[in-house]
């Protein structure tokens, strides 16, 4: 067989290969369709009636595409979305519905211009995940099931830093992880160590290190956040703490809260540390601008914060458990009486130092009398605060020793 026969017979071959291709991704894209028909409960159910807002499909769209495809592979897929919305095999449904569909053309031919490089697909992928990230904290606030929520959490924070290594300016992602690493840290590492102290104190020491490590995390994506924000606020909070935070406005309060928190913790489980904890008037700074700009903030948080930090600043004054009471009564009003944060923060912080063992014990059972079903966004920490209020419980001797 000559050379050029073989060639011709090859080319036949590889022409009837690409055909079969094309024919099993048609069925498959068409099977697609009618299963999500079938799925929805309506056989003859428009395209457009699947995804009420095409607007948020694109973009969703867009986002899928360009982390999972190379760039010049972007504009193919978005002109084959184009095609199906307007010019496929669904043609003759869409044509009673014409006007919704070259909207949703006209939306996918949108996200392809402003999607034409491969630097602004990525960009614009990588921050719109980020957007999707930091939404989505709350879905975690209703969950009954603190375990779970805790096995879960270590792949949701790495996922936000696997994003901020690709977008670190993103403001509402830096908060994210800085409230993540936080709550984690708390609820799941630095509670988990004082429950090991009788038992393990080797382990308990190695779970407060832990613990303290997540905090200086937090700190460092929060103060990374206000620098965007503010720029030189992380050089002059070393300086003049005061003057330092004076130009954050009152969309900053949720990093200025967290990134405090972050580093009250981190100082609290440092005392062996003389430089950090020197650096405790920026906690103090960060904190009173939060306060400043919205004590109501995280609806009580900031006023939980003070009752704990009241009692542990150096130097204890006679009036601070007088001090730590008041903002204990106004979380309590803020709060409505079904959050169990503030209850198990002036138990531990107050009832102690003042040897009230009866006021200890009052609050306590009532934050395991609370009905967690009544707020569900608050349902996963006041579990985490009943079973902290149990084991405060379980220590009561030990507290109360006379």
């Known amino acids: 067989m000559h050379s050029s026969q073989l060639g011709a017979m090859r080319g036949r071959q590889a022409q009837a290969l690409g055909r079969q291709r094309f024919k099993r991704r048609t069925k ?17 159910r428009r ?13 969703s769209c867009a986002c899928a595409l360009a982390l999972l495809l190379p760039g010049s592979f972007v504009v193919v897929a978005l002109l084959w979305l184009y095609r199906r919305c307007t010019l496929g095999a669904m043609r003759p449904r ?8 070259k909207r ?25 995940v ?15 099931d603190p375990e779970l929520v805790g096995a879960a959490a270590p792949f949701s924070l790495k996922l936000m830093e696997s994003v901020l290594a690709e977008s670190p300016n993103h403001r509402g992602l830096l908060l994210a992880a800085t409230q993540g690493f936080v709550q984690y840290a708390y609820a799941y590492v630095e509670l988990k160590a004082d429950e090991l102290e009788d ?6 020491h190695e779970q407060r290190e832990r613990a303290r490590r997540f905090y200086l995390r937090a700190r460092n994506y929060g103060l990374h956040g206000l620098e965007v924000a503010v720029p030189g606020v992380t050089k002059a909070l070393k300086t003049d703490p005061a003057n330092a935070v004076s130009k954050a406005g009152s969309e ?3 990093l200025l809260y967290w990134t405090g928190v972050a580093w009250a913790a981190a100082i609290s489980l440092s005392k062996d540390d003389p430089f950090l904890v020197a650096e405790l008037p920026a906690v103090e700074a960060l904190v009173g601008r939060a306060f400043a700009l919205d004590e109501t903030f995280d609806r009580g948080g900031l006023h939980v914060f003070m009752i704990n930090y009241e009692m542990s600043r150096a130097g204890l004054s006679a009036g601070a458990p007088a001090r730590a009471r008041k903002h204990f009564a106004r979380a309590v009003d803020l709060t409505e009486g079904m959050h169990a944060a503030p209850y198990v923060a002036f138990a531990e912080a107050v009832c102690i130092a003042e040897r009230n063992r009866a006021e200890f014990q009052r609050l306590l059972r009532g934050v395991l009398a609370l009905d967690v079903a009544k707020k569900p966004e608050w ?9 902290r209020a149990r084991w405060l419980l379980g220590r009561i001797e030990k507290f109360f020793a006379d």
């Open 199 to 204: 038992t393990d104190l080797k382990a308990a």
């Open 28 to 44: 498959l894209m068409n099977a697609t369709e009618q299963f999500l028909r079938q799925a929805n409960g309506r056989s003859s």
């Open 130 to 144: 980020g957007d999707a990230l930091a939404a989505s904290g709350s879905g975690f606030g209703s969950d009954d």
């Open 252 to 254: 900053d309060v949720g």
């Open 47 to 59: 395209l457009q009636d699947l995804l009420p807002q095409p607007r948020a499909f694109a973009k």
């Open 379 to 387: 349902r996963l920490v006041n579990l985490v605060m009943q079973r």
């Open 94 to 101: 869409l044509a009673r519905c014409s006007t919704v569909c």
């Open 104 to 128: 949703s053309g006209a939306l996918v031919l949108l996200v392809l211009a402003a999607l034409a490089s491969g630097c602004s697909v990525r960009n614009y992928a990588i921050n719109s």
